[in-house]
């Protein structure tokens, strides 16, 4: 049996009024397996984290994200992490399990459903 594949990291996440995470940015990840929580360490966000919302609604989060690589993408925190593994060359393309990315009748791209044929192929482009 082989071990499973996985990633973490500290993210700043933007989520909206009604709770939804718009995006996360990821400035450094870590591949292996994600430390106890009391042994993780500090975000280091500063006065960009902010539970208040901004002129647009956003409130910017610290999120811990563990991604296993292995299985479907679990959300949208999930889907962020695993894109900043590709950007950062930490993960080869096509190496990541992006079942959630792959074109459908209904695909999910980011943060939203989209229904429509060229949205949905434009996702599926970008795996």
Known sequence: MTEQRTAWGWGLASIDAAGNTLDVWYPELTLGEAPAETSRPNHNFGAIAHDEADARGVRRMPVFTVSKLDEPIEDAADAYLRLHLLSMRLAKPNTLISTAFSPSSTTWCGPTTVRS???????ASLT
């Open 117 to 123: 044929p060229s949205m949905i192929s434009l996702c």
